[in-house]
Structures are given as structure tokens and as C-alpha cells.
């Protein structure tokens, strides 16, 4: 308990002075920061234009994948009423999802081409 009180005192003593190094720091080179910054933008949108993009296609498939499945089960259910069942709702609900990846897509291209002006 000693250690870990003494532990957390010296690390807060710590980050209390790199803070206090950074708060006076020189101000006079603030247009080369702001030109850094635009230049991290410029390399993040797309990153995360991609993961979006990736993240769509995925879902996509899982529910291409669960339409297969639900259609399997609805062929080998053999009358039995609860398989049926279950295959409509897993069939309605990947249909669900596939419109819901759309409307992602869609979306993601109007508030890109909209919002943050890509073509």
C-alpha cells in the first residue's frame, strides 16, 4: 500500500513538471504546428474513410452470410415450426442489415462529399 501511494506521488511529481515544461513552451512557432496539423488531417481523413469503408463491407457480408444460413434452415426444417420461425426472423433481420449497410453507404458519401467537401 506504501509502494503504491509512493508510486502514484512520484508520478503525478512527475507529469506535474512535464506539464509545467510544456505550458512554457516558445509560442513563436505556431504556424508550423497549425501546418503539421493540417498535414495529419490531410493523412487521417482517408484512414478513417477506409476503416469506415471496411467496416460496411464486413457488416455486409455477415448478413449475405446469415441470408445463406437463414435460407438453409428454412429449406431443412421439414415443416418443423420452430425452425421456420427462426429462419424468417434470421432472414428478416439480415434483410434488415443489408438495407442498413446501404443507407450506411449512402450516408457516409453525402457527409463526405457535403461536409467535409471530398469528391
Known amino acids: 500500500m506504501r ?3 509512493a508510486l ?3 508520478s503525478s511529481v ?3 513538471l512535464y ?3 510544456a505550458t512554457f513552451a516558445d509560442p513563436g512557432d505556431a504556424s508550423s504546428i497549425i ?6 488531417n490531410k493523412e487521417l481523413m482517408p484512414f478513417i474513410k477506409d476503416i469506415i469503408n471496411w467496416a460496411i463491407g464486413i457488416a455486409a ?8 444460413f437463414a435460407g438453409y ?3 431443412t426444417a421439414s ?3 420452430d425452425k421456420i420461425q427462426k429462419a424468417t426472423k434470421t432472414l428478416t433481420w439480415a434483410i434488415v442489415g443489408l438495407v442498413v449497410c446501404f443507407i450506411a453507404v449512402i450516408l457516409v458519401q453525402f457527409v463526405l462529399k457535403n461536409f467535409l467537401g471530398e469528391k
Open 35 to 40: 501546418g503539421e496539423v493540417k498535414t495529419v
Open 19 to 21: 506539464l509545467a515544461s
Open 3 to 5: 509502494l503504491a501511494k
Open 8 to 10: 502514484a506521488g512520484i
Open 61 to 68: 457480408l455477415v448478413c449475405v452470410v446469415m441470408l445463406i
Open 79 to 81: 415443416g418443423e415450426e
Open 14 to 16: 512527475g507529469s506535474s
Open 73 to 75: 434452415t428454412y429449406i
